[in-house]
Protein backbone atom coordinates (compact mmCIF):
# COMPACT_ATOMS: atom_id res chain seq x y z
CA UNK A 1 0.00 0.00 0.00
CA UNK A 2 2.94 2.84 1.34
CA UNK A 3 4.74 1.84 -2.48
CA UNK A 4 1.96 2.56 -4.17
CA UNK A 5 0.82 5.51 -2.97
CA UNK A 6 4.39 7.05 -2.88
CA UNK A 7 4.65 5.76 -6.90
CA UNK A 8 1.32 7.52 -7.30
CA UNK A 9 2.69 10.69 -5.67
CA UNK A 10 5.87 10.49 -7.72
CA UNK A 11 3.57 10.21 -11.37
CA UNK A 12 1.30 12.88 -10.13
CA UNK A 13 4.62 15.21 -9.31
CA UNK A 14 6.11 14.00 -12.65
CA UNK A 15 3.02 15.24 -14.77
CA UNK A 16 2.72 18.35 -12.95
CA UNK A 17 6.91 19.25 -13.58
CA UNK A 18 6.14 18.36 -16.91
CA UNK A 19 3.02 20.26 -18.08
CA UNK A 20 4.61 23.47 -16.18
CA UNK A 21 7.82 23.20 -18.16
CA UNK A 22 6.28 21.88 -21.49
CA UNK A 23 6.40 25.42 -22.96
CA UNK A 24 9.80 26.02 -22.82
CA UNK A 25 9.00 29.77 -21.27
CA UNK A 26 11.01 30.70 -18.03
CA UNK A 27 8.41 31.69 -15.48
CA UNK A 28 8.93 35.16 -13.05
CA UNK A 29 8.15 34.17 -9.81
CA UNK A 30 8.56 37.36 -8.08
CA UNK A 31 4.74 38.36 -9.15
CA UNK A 32 3.21 35.95 -7.99
CA UNK A 33 0.76 37.57 -4.65
CA UNK A 34 -0.58 35.48 -2.24
CA UNK A 35 -3.23 38.03 -1.96
CA UNK A 36 -6.85 38.37 -0.28
CA UNK A 37 -9.17 35.18 -1.37
CA UNK A 38 -6.49 33.23 -2.60
CA UNK A 39 -7.35 29.89 -1.42
CA UNK A 40 -5.02 26.38 -1.63
CA UNK A 41 -5.46 22.61 -1.52
CA UNK A 42 -2.58 20.08 -0.90
CA UNK A 43 -1.75 16.28 -0.39
CA UNK A 44 1.00 14.50 0.44
CA UNK A 45 3.24 12.12 2.20
CA UNK A 46 3.23 12.24 6.16
CA UNK A 47 5.49 11.05 8.79
CA UNK A 48 4.90 10.99 12.75
CA UNK A 49 7.65 10.20 14.71
CA UNK A 50 6.44 10.24 18.46
CA UNK A 51 9.22 11.00 21.54
CA UNK A 52 8.67 10.11 25.39
CA UNK A 53 6.77 7.21 25.75
CA UNK A 54 3.21 6.22 25.48
CA UNK A 55 1.33 3.84 23.38
CA UNK A 56 2.00 6.09 20.04
CA UNK A 57 4.62 4.65 17.45
CA UNK A 58 6.39 5.90 14.40
CA UNK A 59 3.79 6.33 11.23
CA UNK A 60 3.54 6.74 8.04
CA UNK A 61 0.49 7.62 5.70
CA UNK A 62 -0.87 11.04 3.46
CA UNK A 63 -2.36 14.12 4.35
CA UNK A 64 -4.71 16.85 2.75
CA UNK A 65 -4.71 20.51 3.65
CA UNK A 66 -6.83 23.67 2.49
CA UNK A 67 -6.27 27.08 2.62
CA UNK A 68 -6.18 30.57 2.56
CA UNK A 69 -4.03 33.95 2.39
CA UNK A 70 -5.54 36.32 4.90
CA UNK A 71 -2.60 38.68 3.42
CA UNK A 72 0.14 38.42 1.56
CA UNK A 73 2.12 36.87 4.03
CA UNK A 74 -0.32 34.93 6.44
CA UNK A 75 -1.91 32.09 5.44
CA UNK A 76 -4.17 29.95 7.57
CA UNK A 77 -5.15 26.22 7.22
CA UNK A 78 -6.91 23.32 7.98
CA UNK A 79 -5.33 19.59 7.61
CA UNK A 80 -5.86 15.97 8.21
CA UNK A 81 -3.56 12.84 8.15
CA UNK A 82 -4.68 9.24 7.45
CA UNK A 83 -2.28 7.65 9.00
CA UNK A 84 -1.23 2.70 9.79
CA UNK A 85 -3.22 2.95 12.42
CA UNK A 86 -4.25 6.36 13.81
CA UNK A 87 -5.53 9.98 12.04
CA UNK A 88 -4.87 13.16 13.43
CA UNK A 89 -6.13 16.90 12.48
CA UNK A 90 -4.81 20.25 12.62
CA UNK A 91 -4.97 24.23 12.46
CA UNK A 92 -2.44 26.10 12.00
CA UNK A 93 -1.32 29.60 10.25
CA UNK A 94 1.55 29.94 7.85
CA UNK A 95 3.60 32.71 7.86
CA UNK A 96 6.12 33.90 4.51
CA UNK A 97 8.73 35.61 6.07
CA UNK A 98 11.18 35.92 2.93
CA UNK A 99 10.16 36.34 -0.74
CA UNK A 100 7.85 34.85 -2.94
CA UNK A 101 10.38 33.27 -5.45
CA UNK A 102 10.76 29.86 -7.01
CA UNK A 103 12.04 29.15 -3.64
CA UNK A 104 9.54 30.45 -0.50
CA UNK A 105 10.54 29.38 3.24
CA UNK A 106 7.65 29.36 5.99
CA UNK A 107 7.21 29.08 9.64
CA UNK A 108 4.10 27.30 11.19
CA UNK A 109 2.31 27.65 14.25
CA UNK A 110 -0.77 26.34 15.36
CA UNK A 111 -2.51 23.15 17.28
CA UNK A 112 -2.67 19.75 16.16
CA UNK A 113 -4.66 16.72 17.64
CA UNK A 114 -4.78 13.08 17.17
CA UNK A 115 -8.21 10.74 17.32
CA UNK A 116 -6.83 9.15 20.52
CA UNK A 117 -7.15 12.71 22.79
CA UNK A 118 -3.91 13.75 22.61
CA UNK A 119 -3.89 17.45 21.73
CA UNK A 120 -1.41 19.95 21.46
CA UNK A 121 0.23 23.62 20.35
CA UNK A 122 2.73 23.03 17.50
CA UNK A 123 5.11 24.70 15.94
CA UNK A 124 7.10 24.17 12.17
CA UNK A 125 8.90 25.49 9.43
CA UNK A 126 8.81 24.54 5.80
CA UNK A 127 9.43 25.41 2.39
CA UNK A 128 7.52 25.62 -1.41
CA UNK A 129 9.23 25.22 -4.31
CA UNK A 130 6.76 26.67 -6.80
CA UNK A 131 6.80 24.81 -10.43
CA UNK A 132 4.78 27.81 -11.75
CA UNK A 133 2.23 30.56 -10.56
CA UNK A 134 -0.61 27.82 -9.50
CA UNK A 135 1.25 24.67 -8.56
CA UNK A 136 4.58 24.16 -5.89
CA UNK A 137 6.18 21.42 -4.28
CA UNK A 138 5.46 21.35 -0.44
CA UNK A 139 8.02 20.52 2.39
CA UNK A 140 7.24 20.76 6.20
CA UNK A 141 8.44 19.48 9.55
CA UNK A 142 6.80 20.21 12.99
CA UNK A 143 7.29 19.39 16.45
CA UNK A 144 3.78 19.21 18.26
CA UNK A 145 3.98 19.48 21.92
CA UNK A 146 1.36 16.50 23.46
CA UNK A 147 -0.49 18.11 26.30
CA UNK A 148 -3.20 15.72 27.43
CA UNK A 149 -0.80 12.95 27.25
CA UNK A 150 1.74 10.69 26.42
CA UNK A 151 3.79 10.54 24.11
CA UNK A 152 5.02 14.05 24.98
CA UNK A 153 6.30 14.88 22.18
CA UNK A 154 5.20 13.66 18.06
CA UNK A 155 7.86 15.40 14.99
CA UNK A 156 6.12 15.15 11.56
CA UNK A 157 7.68 15.14 8.59
CA UNK A 158 5.73 15.65 5.30
CA UNK A 159 6.27 16.22 1.53
CA UNK A 160 3.47 17.02 -0.96
CA UNK A 161 2.17 19.23 -4.16
CA UNK A 162 -0.21 21.99 -3.46
CA UNK A 163 -2.66 24.06 -6.30
CA UNK A 164 -3.59 27.35 -5.11
CA UNK A 165 -6.90 29.48 -6.99
Not at 2 to 22: D, G, H, P, R
Request: proline share 2%.
Amino acid sequence: MKKTFFALFAAISASVCAAESSDGEDVDFSYIEYGYERWYVGAGAQAAIPQGGGNMRSLAGAAARIGWYADDFLAVEASAAWLEHDAGLGVRCLWHWWGFERFDPFFTFGADGWIDGDVGPSLGCGAFWHLGELWSLRFDATATLGLDGDPGMVYGLGVGIQYAF
